[in-house]
């Protein structure tokens, strides 16, 4: 039965609402981004610039003269974007490993406490990361890795690990056990079944598991502004310092901001597929 045409303009209404709610920022942002410094200020504003120019992304590169108060913006940039893809990709590898092995034995081994440790575990996800920010200041300080590479990602780990394990775990269940018994009869050992056997078959789940982890670890700001504030710090944390006390640098702000959308877009794109199969791996069983 067809749907009355109210309601399928309800829906494409909503449908379109919700478009323009997700895409308006992205859209102003890279016209922002082209945008002349003198044309900030024009009246009225111009949903697309008059004079478009790649003047601020030259300045990132370091192409054109991109000092600002006396910093090197362009070398900045770049150490911010290379702490970026380290320390977001470093927890994401180590995140998939760990929430991997763990997801198995909570799966398929029987140990005493199973289901309480893993419910322990994942119920670590209610707890805001406000409530431990002190306690995990000190921690840090006491272990020396206040702006360190190890200390942030140690943290992002701990952040996304049980999400990660909550998801690897449905998946676990969901496959057949037919396989692995049969690699048993054989001799192979736990070790060789996870590696040789079962991450193939969820490698869905472990594609989409990494997307999730490595765009929640790209998008952080709080952790690495505290405890990532120097050498260390990621383009979360040095895009607002293109704001000065003075001057506001809007192309900076918004060719760096337009830099940090890409790499999580196109990570999304070439493996969106990847994300929703991994995602509904566990929905059936």
Request: glycine share 8%.
């Amino acid at each position: 039965m067809k749907e009355p045409w109210h309601i399928r303009l309800g829906i494409w209404a909503g449908v379109a609402l919700l478009l323009a709610w997700s895409l308006l920022p992205i859209y102003w942002t890279l016209a922002s981004s082209l945008t002349p410094t003198v044309e900030f200020n024009a009246r009225p504003l111009h949903l697309f610039p008059e004079h478009p120019t790649g003047e601020h992304y030259l300045r990132l590169l370091g192409v054109l003269d991109g000092h600002m108060g006396g910093v090197d913006v362009a070398g900045e940039f770049r150490l911010a974007l290379f702490n970026s893809i380290l320390t977001s990709g470093a927890a994401t590898v180590l995140c998939v490993l760990m929430s991997l092995l763990a997801a198995y034995a909570f799966a398929r081994l029987n140990f005493p406490g199973r289901e309480v440790l893993f419910y322990a575990v994942v119920g670590t996800m209610a707890v805001p990361g406000y409530a431990v920010l002190i306690p995990l200041f000190r921690l840090m300080v006491s272990l020396r890795q206040i702006d360190a590479y190890l200390g942030v990602t140690l943290i992002y780990v701990s952040a996304f690990l049980p999400l990660c394990l909550w998801l690897l775990k449905g998946v676990m269940d969901t496959l057949p056990r037919s396989l692995e018994e049969a690699a048993r009869i054989d001799g192979a050992s736990h070790m060789r079944i996870l590696f040789s056997i079962i991450a193939p078959i969820a490698a869905p789940g472990l594609t989409a598991t990494a997307i999730l982890t490595f765009l929640g670890a790209w998008g952080q700001y709080v952790v690495p502004l505290v405890f990532s504030p120097k050498d260390t710090k990621p383009l979360t944390v040095l895009i607002p310092e293109f704001a000065g006390k003075n001057f506001v640098d809007y192309g900076l702000i918004m060719a760096g901001g337009s830099i940090a959308i890409a790499v999580p877009c196109l990570l999304v794109i070439f493996l969106n597929r990847y994300l929703i199969s991994g995602l509904l791996a566990g929905s059936t069983k």
